[in-house]
């Protein structure tokens, strides 16, 4: 099973930025999607990006749409979410792992229950 290693994380002001990383040991097939989630205190976890592998097609939750962007290094086996305009309805704890694939794209959806430590981002107004 991947593995995922989220960092990047902090405190930033409202309208700063931040980039997270997100390292996976490895992939088991060249075709897949990774998605980050966020889950702030006394709320439901929810996805907001993803990416897939082979045309790095990516998917946005209309929350952070035109303002976070996600990315991969495949040499790295590794994803980026670089968030500008960060806002504090933003503050809540990120994590990434893999998610469903659907005509080509990825989903929202993830494959497993298993999450990893995540990284706290919080934003002050």
């Known amino acids: 099973q991947v593995q995922f290693v989220e960092s990047g994380g902090g405190l930033v002001q409202s309208g700063g930025s931040l980039r997270l990383s997100c390292a996976a040991s490895?992939?088991?097939?060249?075709?897949?999607?990774i998605g980050w989630f966020r889950q702030a205190p006394g709320k439901e976890r929810e996805g907001i990006s993803c990416i897939e592998s082979q045309d790095e097609t990516t998917l946005y939750a209309d929350s952070v749409r035109g303002r976070f962007t996600i990315s991969r290094d495949s040499a790295r086996n590794t994803v980026f979410l670089q968030m500008n305009n960060l806002k504090p309805e933003d503050t809540a704890v990120y994590y990434c792992?893999?998610?469903?694939?659907?005509?080509?794209?990825?989903?929202?959806?993830?494959?497993?229950?298993?999450w990893g430590q995540g990284t706290q981002v919080t934003v002050s107004s």
């Open positions: 490895e992939f088991t097939s060249d075709v897949h999607g």
């Open positions: 792992t893999t998610v469903f694939l659907l005509a080509g794209g990825c989903t929202l959806v993830s494959t497993t229950d298993s």
